[in-house]
């Protein structure tokens, strides 16, 4: 950015127009090839548990072949004499499972005492190898064995007992799920719609910190914006929303047409599932009743779409746009026809704005970096004219412009002036008989400290700048002589931009996500505020309608989910990536980006305990449903688990789940909170006996029929259906069962939240598919009374209220039938310990 450190006034500027250079894409090939080192660690850890689990159910099946066949037992000790050298040099490579370890030295030595055997003890190896087989080979040995040890009762002998399970597929890795007992015929289940459906019903947050002009106020009273792929329209004096959903992508632009009714709306590619770059397009649409008019420009823009205009002096007829590809193609569209009249190359450098003439139409102005560009529109051509700095400093930005009552455009720059621009006479004495008319400042205004980010004309021609370093909304007289002046709060960032309600009142966009409404007088208050960064923490009061967010920015916001206001919020040394509130609901549990987690009392807002297991980012808090423990997973691969008392404000450590060959995705609590389900990072599900003192319950099939308090774990049997074919484990990023466990919400990579009936879990089982996020969505939760489901965007900054309603006649506009399939295999026997 030409040495420049400014960062709110220069880093946005260029945000746009950013690719992904050698450095990332090394470093997604990096990440790649970590996945796959976890992944053949973790089957190995598998396969090492497979053979202790063998190990030890082979003296009682060496008792009872006794019992059984004598013959067969003379093999079998041959087998075992010379199975028992291979369990030693098995048993040395045990510290293998969680691949925390290493037994290379043991494995060497091992390798040697092999090679030394003679030829007659590997045959005899051979021998004994096929003789451990034999309860497998020899049907009427097995049955009459299997009936033996089913008289026995013993925990080995479960442990061999048939039951159907279902092999699931991620990345080629086996996931066996044993089937409950309840269901007596998997096949024949059937795979419904969910009965309830999803409305949009609230949106929380502003995109302001890499967007301008992009907040204008209707003669309904609404103020309209967007962030992720909805343009809003908020009603603040009767607090209701009404949102426009047609955009399938981040909405990155608004113009409102001269009748003050009609809206353009432009928004960026985006990519599909298969990384493919979508095309980009324009909506015109009616703000009374939300129908799209015209749909502009699919095909023509590249990437994205970076700034709108209506044309002024002829009621609106044509719509200028400039679209994010590297030359910056201007068009002029008649938008009301679709028909593009002309389209030139702007310029390789960022534009920022673009308009028409007040007075005329064939006259355009268009400003960004280091540039003022004046076009002239003439027989379907453009040409363009570049305003002439001279004496005065060239600005790295140009960042926005007005018209004032006269015709004279100013504009406001990074350097912190406004310029007022003139048409000046051609220099024949000069430049010779073939000089042109040239465009050159006529005035400098000193304005900021900093860039001016925002300008405004009032109707009495008084105007409006809003500063970014000093973030101050200064009014000027026609002349630019300044009237009055206030300074927004540092937590709100800078101004963004700057719309009027009635001459006096105003609203005020900053670049910390916050919309402001407020006077001179009496000074500006938050009436839409948001997070500025990735998030990914999210949770629900157990009883009232409250949610609490954090992420990244390190903000903890508390939201009130029936006032759709931010009730609290606080910020912390570093980014919150999870957290949980306590059955009680007195306190929140917050887990941080460095192993740190903090409980915060709702009442104070204070944090009431700071802790620490572990030195990697957590990724779950979870209380047991009485609230007497707390589950902390963390990214190191354990599950601490801490004993909490005097209401969640005292927390002992219990023990710690060792086990897992990944780090801790999510987890659960069964309903009587003695056990834990878990997922990890190599899609592995591992049972926990707490209650015990946090053992690895290593036969999984007895988990089987165990009731959970909660569902958010992505891979179990209920939950098998939600997995598109072909996913890759990362697919989706969360999913929530309903308090109600009718339904299971599922938070997409791709921007999308699903609604499937629960449980689900079968193939190609439908759901309802709704839109609204520009990004991954990281997190989503139900109510206390399912009455609501939240959905957060991760890179979007977004939070979505979705009404959760029974079925009614007709679908949702954003909602479309999906149909999701993995990959399956049946099997009669399950393998224990998987």
């Known amino acids: 950015m030409d040495g420049s450190t400014n960062s709110l006034d220069d880093v946005s500027a260029e945000s746009s127009t950013e690719f992904p250079d050698r450095l990332s894409l090394m470093e997604v090939r990096l990440q790649a090839q970590e996945d796959e080192i976890t992944l053949l660690k973790s089957s190995l850890a598998d396969a090492l548990r497979k053979l202790r689990l063998h190990d030890q159910q082979i003296p009682l099946l060496k008792q009872q072949l006794i019992a059984v066949n004598p013959a067969a037992a003379r093999v079998l000790n041959q087998s075992w004499n010379v199975d028992g050298f291979s369990k030693s040099c098995r048993l040395s490579t045990s510290s293998l499972d969680g691949f925390h370890h290493s037994s290379n030295r043991v494995r060497r030595n091992s390798e040697k005492s092999r090679d030394s055997q003679d030829k007659t003890k590997q045959r005899l190896s051979k021998k004994a190898a096929s003789s451990t087989n034999l309860l497998t080979r020899s049907p009427s040995l097995e049955s009459r064995a299997k009936d033996l040890i089913s008289s026995t009762g013993s925990q080995g002998s479960r442990r061999g007992t048939q039951s159907q399970s279902i092999k699931m597929f991620i990345r080629g890795r086996p996931i066996t799920m044993y089937i409950p007992s309840n269901i007596l015929n998997y096949e024949e289940l059937k795979m419904d719609l969910p009965s309830q459906k999803l409305d949009l019903d609230w949106v929380y947050g502003y995109r302001g910190r890499d967007c301008r002009a992009n907040l204008y106020l209707l003669p309904s009273g609404e103020a309209v914006y967007f962030i992720a792929c909805v343009v809003v329209l908020y009603h603040f004096n009767s607090q209701t929303q009404r949102h426009y959903q047609k955009h399938t992508d981040c909405v990155r632009c608004l113009a409102i047409h001269p009748d003050k009714v009609r809206v353009a709306s432009g928004q960026t590619a985006g990519v599909d599932k298969d990384g493919k770059p979508l095309q980009p397009f324009v909506h015109i649409w009616d703000s009374k009743t939300l129908v799209t008019l015209q749909k502009i420009g699919l095909g023509t823009f590249e990437r994205g779409v970076g700034a709108l205009a209506f044309s002024s002096s002829d009621g609106g007829t044509f719509l200028c746009v400039i679209d994010d590809s590297n030359e910056h193609m201007l068009s002029v569209w008649d938008w009301n026809k679709n028909i593009k009249h002309t389209e030139v190359k702007s310029t390789n450098e960022a534009v920022l704005a673009v308009d028409f003439s007040l007075t005329d139409t064939n006259n355009i102005i268009s400003c960004g970096k280091s540039h003022v560009y004046f076009w002239t529109m003439s027989a379907g051509t453009l040409t363009k004219k570049q305003g002439i700095f001279g004496k005065y400093k060239k600005p790295k930005f140009v960042l926005c412009f007005v018209f004032s009552l006269t015709g004279d455009v100013l504009t406001g720059d990074s350097e912190g002036n406004i310029l007022t621009w003139g048409k000046s006479a051609a220099d024949i004495k000069t430049l010779g008989k073939g000089a042109k008319e040239t465009f050159q400042i006529m005035k400098q205004t000193r304005a900021h400290?900093?860039?001016?980010?925002?300008?405004?004309?009032?109707?009495?021609?008084?105007?409006?700048?809003?500063?970014?370093?000093d973030r101050k909304i200064i009014r000027w007289s026609a002349d630019l002589a300044p009237e009055r002046e206030c300074e927004i709060s540092e937590k709100f960032g800078a101004v963004r931009t700057i719309a009027d309600v009635d001459g006096e009142e105003l609203l005020v966009g900053t670049t910390r996500n916050a919309i402001l409404r407020g006077t001179f007088s009496d000074g500006f208050v938050a009436?839409?505020?948001?997070?500025?960064?990735?998030?990914?923490?999210?949770?629900?009061?157990?009883?009232?309608?409250?949610?609490?967010?954090?992420g990244n920015d390190r903000q903890v916001c508390v939201w009130n989910a029936e006032d759709h206001k931010l009730d609290w919020c606080t910020t912390l040394e570093e980014s919150g990536l999870c957290a949980d509130f306590s059955p009680n609901g007195a306190v929140v549990s917050v887990g941080l980006s460095t192993g740190r987690w903090v409980v915060l009392d709702l009442q104070t807002k204070e944090v009431v305990l700071d802790l620490i297991d572990g030195n990697e980012q957590l990724s779950v808090m979870r209380y047991s449903p009485d609230g007497s423990f707390l589950a902390v997973g963390s990214h190191d691969n354990f599950i601490y688990i801490y004993s909490v008392t005097e209401g969640g404000r005292r927390y002992t450590r219990f023990g710690k789940c060792t086990g897992h060959s990944s780090f801790i995705t999510h987890l659960d609590w069964s309903k009587d909170g003695k056990y834990i389900m878990s997922n990890?990072?190599?899609?592995?599900?591992?049972?926990?006996?707490?209650?015990?003192?946090?053992k690895l319950l290593r036969n999984r099939f007895e988990s089987k029929d165990r009731e959970w308090a909660s569902y958010t774990c992505v891979l179990?049997?209920?939950?098998?259906?939600?997995?598109?074919?072909?996913?890759?484990?990362?697919?989706?990023?969360?999913?929530?069962?309903?308090?109600?466990?009718?339904?299971?919400?599922?938070?997409?990579?791709?921007?999308?939240?699903?609604?499937?009936?629960?449980?689900?879990?079968?193939?190609?089982?439908?759901?309802?598919?709704y839109e609204g996020h520009g990004s991954h969505v990281t997190n989503v939760r139900f109510t206390h009374n399912d009455s609501h489901l939240l959905s957060m965007g991760g890179k979007d900054t977004c939070i979505l209220q979705w009404r959760v309603k029974g079925t009614g006649i007709g679908d949702h506009p954003k909602e479309h039938l999906a149909s999701s399939s993995s990959l399956y295999s049946s099997s009669s026997s399950p393998e224990n310990g998987t």
């Open 449 to 469: 400290e900093g860039s001016v980010f925002a300008m405004c004309v009032l109707q009495g021609g008084a105007i409006l700048s809003g500063g970014g370093k």
């Open 680 to 694: 990890s990072g190599d899609y592995e599900i591992l049972y926990w006996d707490v209650a015990s003192g946090c």
């Open 527 to 550: 009436i839409v505020q948001g997070h500025v960064d990735e998030m990914w923490g999210l949770a629900t009061h157990p009883t009232q309608n409250i949610f609490l967010s954090c």
């Open 716 to 769: 179990g049997f209920h939950v098998m259906g939600v997995w598109l074919e072909g996913s890759d484990g990362t697919d989706i990023n969360a999913l929530c069962r309903s308090h109600s466990e009718r339904m299971v919400a599922v938070a997409d990579d791709f921007c999308k939240v699903h609604l499937f009936q629960y449980p689900c879990p079968k193939p190609k089982a439908p759901s309802y598919k």
